[in-house]
Protein backbone atom coordinates (compact mmCIF):
# COMPACT_ATOMS: atom_id res chain seq x y z
CA UNK A 1 0.00 0.00 0.00
CA UNK A 2 1.23 3.28 -1.00
CA UNK A 3 1.30 6.27 1.67
CA UNK A 4 1.38 9.46 -0.16
CA UNK A 5 3.58 11.40 1.99
CA UNK A 6 2.07 14.83 3.77
CA UNK A 7 4.47 17.97 3.70
CA UNK A 8 4.61 21.06 5.40
CA UNK A 9 5.25 24.27 2.74
CA UNK A 10 5.86 28.00 3.17
CA UNK A 11 2.58 29.67 2.73
CA UNK A 12 3.85 31.52 -0.45
CA UNK A 13 4.63 28.20 -2.19
CA UNK A 14 1.34 27.25 -1.04
CA UNK A 15 -0.28 30.14 -2.85
CA UNK A 16 1.28 29.48 -5.44
CA UNK A 17 0.33 26.20 -6.56
CA UNK A 18 -2.10 25.38 -8.79
CA UNK A 19 -6.02 24.20 -7.40
CA UNK A 20 -6.16 21.11 -9.39
CA UNK A 21 -2.70 19.66 -10.73
CA UNK A 22 1.31 18.62 -10.13
CA UNK A 23 2.40 21.15 -12.32
CA UNK A 24 4.49 18.85 -14.62
CA UNK A 25 7.82 19.19 -16.93
CA UNK A 26 8.00 19.78 -20.57
CA UNK A 27 6.56 17.17 -22.70
CA UNK A 28 9.33 15.18 -24.13
CA UNK A 29 8.34 11.83 -25.95
CA UNK A 30 6.18 10.91 -28.78
CA UNK A 31 2.97 8.60 -29.10
CA UNK A 32 5.32 5.61 -29.46
CA UNK A 33 7.58 5.87 -26.44
CA UNK A 34 4.18 6.56 -24.22
CA UNK A 35 2.98 3.79 -25.05
CA UNK A 36 5.96 1.67 -24.65
CA UNK A 37 6.39 3.11 -21.15
CA UNK A 38 2.55 2.92 -20.27
CA UNK A 39 1.23 -0.49 -18.23
CA UNK A 40 -2.19 -1.78 -19.28
CA UNK A 41 -3.46 -1.25 -16.13
CA UNK A 42 -3.20 1.06 -13.28
CA UNK A 43 -3.09 -0.73 -10.10
CA UNK A 44 -3.25 1.57 -7.24
CA UNK A 45 -3.32 1.62 -3.22
CA UNK A 46 -3.37 4.81 -1.25
CA UNK A 47 -3.48 6.34 2.22
CA UNK A 48 -4.83 9.98 1.54
CA UNK A 49 -3.97 12.48 4.38
CA UNK A 50 -7.15 11.79 5.58
CA UNK A 51 -6.49 8.58 6.46
CA UNK A 52 -8.92 6.95 3.27
CA UNK A 53 -7.89 4.41 1.56
CA UNK A 54 -8.48 4.58 -2.08
CA UNK A 55 -7.75 0.80 -3.98
CA UNK A 56 -8.39 0.50 -7.76
CA UNK A 57 -7.34 -1.99 -10.87
CA UNK A 58 -7.87 0.84 -13.96
CA UNK A 59 -7.46 -0.58 -17.14
CA UNK A 60 -6.10 1.92 -19.34
CA UNK A 61 -6.82 2.87 -23.41
CA UNK A 62 -4.32 4.03 -25.74
CA UNK A 63 -3.93 5.18 -29.04
CA UNK A 64 -2.03 2.76 -31.67
CA UNK A 65 -0.97 5.39 -33.35
CA UNK A 66 2.59 6.30 -34.50
CA UNK A 67 2.23 10.00 -34.42
CA UNK A 68 -0.47 12.19 -32.17
CA UNK A 69 -1.53 15.37 -34.24
CA UNK A 70 -3.72 17.77 -33.25
CA UNK A 71 -6.25 18.84 -35.41
CA UNK A 72 -9.51 20.70 -36.38
CA UNK A 73 -12.53 18.16 -36.79
CA UNK A 74 -16.11 18.36 -37.68
CA UNK A 75 -19.44 16.45 -37.68
CA UNK A 76 -19.00 13.85 -40.18
CA UNK A 77 -21.01 14.69 -43.84
CA UNK A 78 -22.37 10.97 -44.29
CA UNK A 79 -22.49 10.41 -48.27
CA UNK A 80 -25.78 9.28 -50.07
CA UNK A 81 -23.48 6.53 -51.31
CA UNK A 82 -22.42 5.24 -47.91
CA UNK A 83 -26.39 6.06 -46.60
CA UNK A 84 -27.62 3.83 -49.66
CA UNK A 85 -28.13 0.32 -48.76
CA UNK A 86 -30.21 1.91 -45.14
CA UNK A 87 -32.14 4.27 -47.37
CA UNK A 88 -35.67 2.86 -47.08
CA UNK A 89 -34.84 3.50 -43.41
CA UNK A 90 -33.00 6.02 -42.75
CA UNK A 91 -34.56 9.45 -40.25
CA UNK A 92 -32.09 12.35 -40.06
CA UNK A 93 -32.18 15.28 -37.95
CA UNK A 94 -29.81 17.58 -36.13
CA UNK A 95 -27.66 15.34 -33.88
CA UNK A 96 -28.54 11.47 -35.21
CA UNK A 97 -28.90 9.42 -37.77
CA UNK A 98 -31.69 6.76 -37.00
CA UNK A 99 -31.43 3.68 -39.15
CA UNK A 100 -34.23 1.07 -39.53
CA UNK A 101 -35.91 2.55 -36.35
CA UNK A 102 -37.72 0.33 -34.13
CA UNK A 103 -41.09 1.37 -35.60
CA UNK A 104 -42.75 -1.92 -34.37
CA UNK A 105 -42.34 -1.08 -30.51
CA UNK A 106 -43.30 2.86 -30.85
CA UNK A 107 -46.73 1.47 -33.06
CA UNK A 108 -47.29 -0.83 -29.95
CA UNK A 109 -46.58 1.59 -27.43
CA UNK A 110 -48.88 4.04 -28.94
CA UNK A 111 -51.84 1.31 -28.77
CA UNK A 112 -51.45 0.49 -25.73
CA UNK A 113 -51.20 4.89 -24.82
CA UNK A 114 -54.22 5.16 -26.31
CA UNK A 115 -55.76 2.20 -24.37
CA UNK A 116 -54.37 3.89 -21.00
CA UNK A 117 -51.90 1.27 -20.10
CA UNK A 118 -48.15 1.27 -20.00
CA UNK A 119 -45.63 -0.03 -21.69
CA UNK A 120 -41.77 -0.74 -21.16
CA UNK A 121 -38.99 -1.12 -24.47
CA UNK A 122 -36.97 -3.58 -22.18
CA UNK A 123 -35.43 -2.77 -18.73
CA UNK A 124 -31.87 -2.93 -18.12
CA UNK A 125 -30.95 -6.18 -16.80
CA UNK A 126 -26.97 -5.96 -16.58
CA UNK A 127 -24.21 -3.42 -17.93
CA UNK A 128 -20.81 -3.88 -18.38
CA UNK A 129 -17.92 -1.41 -19.00
CA UNK A 130 -14.56 -1.14 -20.66
CA UNK A 131 -14.59 -4.08 -23.23
CA UNK A 132 -12.21 -2.89 -25.20
CA UNK A 133 -9.55 -3.86 -22.09
CA UNK A 134 -7.08 -6.26 -22.98
CA UNK A 135 -8.50 -8.64 -20.10
CA UNK A 136 -11.99 -7.47 -20.02
CA UNK A 137 -14.47 -9.10 -17.35
CA UNK A 138 -16.73 -10.56 -19.19
CA UNK A 139 -16.40 -12.78 -22.60
CA UNK A 140 -19.29 -11.20 -25.11
CA UNK A 141 -19.23 -14.34 -26.64
CA UNK A 142 -21.20 -16.14 -23.99
CA UNK A 143 -23.77 -13.42 -23.31
CA UNK A 144 -27.19 -13.45 -24.44
CA UNK A 145 -30.45 -11.33 -24.38
CA UNK A 146 -33.50 -12.94 -23.65
CA UNK A 147 -34.65 -15.18 -26.76
CA UNK A 148 -31.96 -14.22 -29.14
CA UNK A 149 -29.61 -16.07 -31.36
CA UNK A 150 -26.68 -13.08 -31.57
CA UNK A 151 -24.25 -13.03 -28.56
CA UNK A 152 -23.57 -9.64 -27.50
CA UNK A 153 -20.03 -10.15 -29.19
CA UNK A 154 -21.69 -10.74 -32.80
CA UNK A 155 -23.60 -7.69 -32.12
CA UNK A 156 -20.52 -5.74 -31.24
CA UNK A 157 -18.77 -7.21 -34.74
CA UNK A 158 -22.00 -5.72 -36.42
CA UNK A 159 -21.82 -2.23 -34.92
CA UNK A 160 -17.96 -2.51 -35.87
CA UNK A 161 -18.69 -3.25 -39.50
CA UNK A 162 -21.90 -0.75 -39.90
CA UNK A 163 -19.48 2.38 -39.02
CA UNK A 164 -16.40 0.97 -41.25
CA UNK A 165 -19.65 0.75 -43.80
CA UNK A 166 -21.20 4.18 -43.10
CA UNK A 167 -17.42 6.29 -41.67
CA UNK A 168 -14.87 4.80 -43.67
CA UNK A 169 -12.30 2.15 -42.92
CA UNK A 170 -10.07 4.42 -41.05
CA UNK A 171 -12.57 4.68 -38.54
CA UNK A 172 -13.02 1.70 -35.85
CA UNK A 173 -14.76 1.04 -32.17
CA UNK A 174 -13.71 0.43 -28.83
CA UNK A 175 -16.77 -0.63 -26.92
CA UNK A 176 -16.80 1.03 -23.76
CA UNK A 177 -20.30 -0.06 -21.91
CA UNK A 178 -22.93 -2.58 -22.74
CA UNK A 179 -26.17 -3.17 -21.74
CA UNK A 180 -28.55 -6.06 -22.18
CA UNK A 181 -32.15 -5.52 -21.82
CA UNK A 182 -35.10 -7.22 -21.14
CA UNK A 183 -38.33 -8.12 -23.78
CA UNK A 184 -40.15 -5.02 -24.24
CA UNK A 185 -43.63 -5.76 -23.00
CA UNK A 186 -47.06 -4.23 -21.18
CA UNK A 187 -46.41 -2.99 -18.03
CA UNK A 188 -48.91 -4.22 -15.16
CA UNK A 189 -49.18 -3.04 -11.52
CA UNK A 190 -48.68 -5.85 -9.10
CA UNK A 191 -48.56 -5.07 -5.25
CA UNK A 192 -48.47 -1.53 -6.01
CA UNK A 193 -45.26 -1.71 -8.50
CA UNK A 194 -45.34 -1.75 -11.65
CA UNK A 195 -44.13 -4.86 -13.07
CA UNK A 196 -43.25 -6.87 -17.12
CA UNK A 197 -46.99 -8.29 -18.12
CA UNK A 198 -47.23 -10.26 -21.39
CA UNK A 199 -44.35 -9.13 -24.49
CA UNK A 200 -45.24 -6.72 -26.81
CA UNK A 201 -46.66 -8.59 -30.16
CA UNK A 202 -43.61 -7.29 -32.57
CA UNK A 203 -43.97 -10.93 -34.67
CA UNK A 204 -41.42 -12.83 -35.48
CA UNK A 205 -39.74 -10.80 -32.85
CA UNK A 206 -41.96 -11.21 -29.38
CA UNK A 207 -40.21 -11.70 -26.55
CA UNK A 208 -36.91 -11.20 -27.56
CA UNK A 209 -34.37 -8.77 -25.43
CA UNK A 210 -32.07 -6.60 -27.00
CA UNK A 211 -28.71 -4.74 -26.39
CA UNK A 212 -27.16 -1.45 -25.80
CA UNK A 213 -24.26 -0.68 -26.69
CA UNK A 214 -21.54 2.28 -26.48
CA UNK A 215 -18.54 2.58 -28.32
CA UNK A 216 -15.78 5.15 -28.31
CA UNK A 217 -14.65 6.19 -31.86
CA UNK A 218 -11.31 5.74 -32.98
CA UNK A 219 -9.77 7.46 -36.13
CA UNK A 220 -6.74 6.24 -37.56
CA UNK A 221 -5.78 4.94 -33.68
CA UNK A 222 -6.32 7.89 -32.14
CA UNK A 223 -10.02 7.83 -29.68
CA UNK A 224 -12.49 10.94 -30.23
CA UNK A 225 -13.44 11.14 -26.55
CA UNK A 226 -15.67 14.42 -27.72
CA UNK A 227 -15.92 17.94 -25.94
CA UNK A 228 -15.01 18.95 -22.77
CA UNK A 229 -16.84 17.06 -19.68
CA UNK A 230 -18.73 19.36 -17.68
CA UNK A 231 -20.14 17.28 -14.46
CA UNK A 232 -23.46 19.79 -14.27
CA UNK A 233 -24.28 18.06 -17.20
CA UNK A 234 -26.23 20.75 -20.27
CA UNK A 235 -26.44 24.33 -20.30
CA UNK A 236 -28.69 26.57 -22.02
CA UNK A 237 -25.89 28.98 -23.37
CA UNK A 238 -25.47 28.35 -26.75
CA UNK A 239 -21.69 27.92 -26.44
CA UNK A 240 -22.02 25.30 -23.95
CA UNK A 241 -24.84 23.86 -26.18
CA UNK A 242 -22.29 23.46 -29.24
CA UNK A 243 -19.89 21.30 -26.99
CA UNK A 244 -22.45 19.39 -25.43
CA UNK A 245 -23.67 17.79 -28.78
CA UNK A 246 -20.03 16.85 -29.18
CA UNK A 247 -20.90 13.13 -29.24
CA UNK A 248 -17.75 11.11 -28.21
CA UNK A 249 -18.71 7.67 -30.20
CA UNK A 250 -21.73 6.27 -31.77
CA UNK A 251 -24.38 3.83 -30.24
CA UNK A 252 -26.05 1.00 -31.41
CA UNK A 253 -29.26 1.36 -29.69
CA UNK A 254 -31.65 -1.55 -29.10
CA UNK A 255 -30.19 -3.75 -31.35
CA UNK A 256 -32.41 -7.14 -31.88
CA UNK A 257 -31.52 -8.16 -35.20
CA UNK A 258 -29.96 -6.89 -38.96
CA UNK A 259 -33.59 -6.01 -39.47
CA UNK A 260 -34.72 -4.14 -36.43
CA UNK A 261 -32.13 -2.01 -34.67
CA UNK A 262 -31.25 1.77 -34.85
CA UNK A 263 -27.48 3.49 -34.73
CA UNK A 264 -27.18 6.83 -32.95
CA UNK A 265 -24.68 9.52 -32.98
CA UNK A 266 -23.47 11.49 -35.98
CA UNK A 267 -18.89 10.99 -35.71
CA UNK A 268 -16.72 13.18 -36.46
CA UNK A 269 -13.65 13.80 -39.41
CA UNK A 270 -10.47 15.43 -39.60
CA UNK A 271 -10.74 18.49 -41.91
CA UNK A 272 -6.84 20.21 -41.11
CA UNK A 273 -4.06 18.78 -39.58
CA UNK A 274 -2.96 21.99 -37.49
CA UNK A 275 0.19 20.23 -35.96
CA UNK A 276 1.74 16.51 -37.36
CA UNK A 277 3.00 15.29 -33.87
CA UNK A 278 3.18 16.97 -30.74
CA UNK A 279 5.04 15.93 -27.61
CA UNK A 280 3.45 14.42 -24.37
CA UNK A 281 4.47 14.21 -21.31
CA UNK A 282 5.00 10.24 -19.69
CA UNK A 283 2.30 7.89 -17.80
CA UNK A 284 4.32 9.05 -14.63
CA UNK A 285 4.40 12.56 -14.70
CA UNK A 286 0.10 12.05 -15.34
CA UNK A 287 0.17 9.79 -12.73
CA UNK A 288 1.59 12.17 -10.40
CA UNK A 289 -1.28 14.55 -10.97
CA UNK A 290 -3.80 12.22 -10.41
CA UNK A 291 -1.92 10.67 -6.98
CA UNK A 292 -1.97 14.63 -5.83
CA UNK A 293 -5.82 14.61 -6.26
CA UNK A 294 -5.87 11.32 -4.18
CA UNK A 295 -3.96 12.74 -1.66
CA UNK A 296 -6.24 15.72 -1.27
CA UNK A 297 -9.31 13.78 -1.13
CA UNK A 298 -10.97 14.65 -4.44
CA UNK A 299 -10.21 11.39 -6.39
CA UNK A 300 -11.55 8.42 -4.65
CA UNK A 301 -11.89 6.15 -7.18
CA UNK A 302 -10.50 5.35 -10.27
CA UNK A 303 -11.98 3.16 -12.70
CA UNK A 304 -10.40 3.88 -16.27
CA UNK A 305 -8.17 6.09 -17.64
CA UNK A 306 -8.08 7.13 -22.01
CA UNK A 307 -6.05 9.54 -23.95
CA UNK A 308 -7.43 10.69 -26.90
CA UNK A 309 -8.54 13.86 -28.89
CA UNK A 310 -11.04 16.18 -27.03
CA UNK A 311 -12.61 19.18 -29.18
CA UNK A 312 -12.54 22.27 -27.88
CA UNK A 313 -14.25 25.78 -29.04
CA UNK A 314 -11.54 26.95 -31.61
CA UNK A 315 -10.00 30.20 -30.93
CA UNK A 316 -9.47 31.35 -34.03
CA UNK A 317 -13.19 30.24 -35.40
CA UNK A 318 -16.12 33.25 -35.27
CA UNK A 319 -19.17 30.81 -33.84
CA UNK A 320 -22.46 32.23 -34.18
CA UNK A 321 -23.90 34.12 -31.04
CA UNK A 322 -27.73 32.91 -31.45
CA UNK A 323 -29.37 29.32 -30.20
CA UNK A 324 -31.47 30.16 -33.54
CA UNK A 325 -27.74 29.87 -35.64
CA UNK A 326 -27.47 26.23 -33.39
CA UNK A 327 -27.07 23.86 -36.71
CA UNK A 328 -25.00 26.61 -38.54
CA UNK A 329 -22.52 26.68 -35.43
CA UNK A 330 -22.41 22.54 -35.07
CA UNK A 331 -20.50 22.38 -39.02
CA UNK A 332 -18.61 24.22 -37.89
CA UNK A 333 -14.71 23.26 -36.46
CA UNK A 334 -13.28 22.23 -33.14
CA UNK A 335 -9.99 21.99 -32.22
CA UNK A 336 -9.34 18.77 -30.93
CA UNK A 337 -5.96 18.33 -28.51
CA UNK A 338 -4.54 15.66 -26.50
CA UNK A 339 -6.02 14.90 -23.18
CA UNK A 340 -6.45 12.27 -20.47
CA UNK A 341 -10.03 11.02 -19.39
CA UNK A 342 -9.81 9.83 -15.65
CA UNK A 343 -12.91 8.19 -15.28
CA UNK A 344 -13.52 8.32 -11.51
CA UNK A 345 -15.21 9.45 -8.47
CA UNK A 346 -14.35 12.85 -7.93
CA UNK A 347 -15.96 14.94 -4.54
CA UNK A 348 -17.08 18.48 -5.75
CA UNK A 349 -16.13 19.69 -1.53
CA UNK A 350 -14.67 18.77 1.18
CA UNK A 351 -16.10 16.31 3.48
CA UNK A 352 -18.14 14.49 0.64
CA UNK A 353 -17.73 11.08 0.29
CA UNK A 354 -17.95 8.91 -2.70
CA UNK A 355 -16.05 6.08 -1.90
CA UNK A 356 -18.86 4.01 -1.32
CA UNK A 357 -19.20 3.58 -5.32
CA UNK A 358 -16.47 1.23 -6.67
CA UNK A 359 -17.09 -1.03 -9.01
CA UNK A 360 -19.09 -3.78 -7.26
CA UNK A 361 -20.93 -6.80 -8.53
CA UNK A 362 -24.25 -7.14 -7.12
CA UNK A 363 -26.02 -10.56 -7.29
CA UNK A 364 -23.85 -11.10 -9.89
CA UNK A 365 -24.19 -8.17 -12.34
CA UNK A 366 -22.35 -5.36 -12.47
CA UNK A 367 -23.41 -2.60 -10.59
CA UNK A 368 -24.25 0.85 -13.10
CA UNK A 369 -22.07 3.13 -11.50
CA UNK A 370 -22.18 5.69 -13.76
CA UNK A 371 -26.35 6.14 -13.49
CA UNK A 372 -26.34 5.87 -9.75
CA UNK A 373 -22.70 7.87 -8.74
CA UNK A 374 -23.21 11.42 -8.25
CA UNK A 375 -19.38 11.93 -8.08
CA UNK A 376 -19.07 9.95 -11.09
CA UNK A 377 -17.24 12.34 -13.79
CA UNK A 378 -14.61 11.79 -16.59
CA UNK A 379 -11.41 14.07 -15.27
CA UNK A 380 -9.47 15.92 -17.67
CA UNK A 381 -5.87 16.26 -18.08
CA UNK A 382 -3.77 18.58 -20.13
CA UNK A 383 -1.65 15.45 -21.98
CA UNK A 384 1.05 17.87 -22.73
CA UNK A 385 0.70 19.78 -18.93
CA UNK A 386 -0.47 17.33 -16.52
CA UNK A 387 -3.26 20.46 -15.58
CA UNK A 388 -6.20 19.13 -14.63
CA UNK A 389 -9.31 21.02 -15.39
CA UNK A 390 -12.66 21.24 -12.38
CA UNK A 391 -15.41 19.09 -13.99
CA UNK A 392 -16.98 21.67 -11.91
CA UNK A 393 -15.67 24.73 -13.78
CA UNK A 394 -18.08 25.80 -16.37
CA UNK A 395 -16.34 29.14 -17.54
CA UNK A 396 -16.17 30.59 -20.87
CA UNK A 397 -12.91 30.55 -21.15
CA UNK A 398 -12.65 26.42 -19.70
CA UNK A 399 -14.17 25.85 -23.46
CA UNK A 400 -11.35 26.96 -26.03
CA UNK A 401 -8.73 24.75 -26.82
CA UNK A 402 -5.66 25.38 -24.76
CA UNK A 403 -2.20 26.02 -26.17
CA UNK A 404 -0.76 23.61 -27.97
CA UNK A 405 2.85 22.81 -27.04
CA UNK A 406 4.84 21.99 -30.13
CA UNK A 407 8.73 20.30 -30.61
Not at 168 to 185: K, W
Not at 189 to 198: L, N
Not at 239 to 246: A, R, V
Request: charged content about 25%.
Amino acid sequence: MKHIKKCVLPALAVAMLLPLTARAAEPTMNIAELREQTPAYWQGEYINRKGRTVSFHAPILMPTADTFPVVRVARSDLSEEALAPYADNLKKDSATVKIKRLDLIEAQGEQLKKSGRLYSVGEEKSVYFHLWEENPKVDGSSIYAENQNASLADVANRLESLVKEIYGEEYDILIDQAGVNTTPSELVKRDGRYQAGEPLDLGEHTGMGSYDVHAILSVNGIPMLGGPKFRQGYSLRYKDNLLSNTCNGVELMRYVSDDVFMLYGRGYSIKEVVQEDVPLLSFDQIQQTVENLIDRDKVQHVYAMYLGWVYWLDPSVDYPNTQKEFAEGMKMPFLATPVWLVECCYASGTGRDYSEYPETELNGEVYNYRKHSWGHVMLMINAQTGEAYDPWDDSTQRKYAPKVMTW
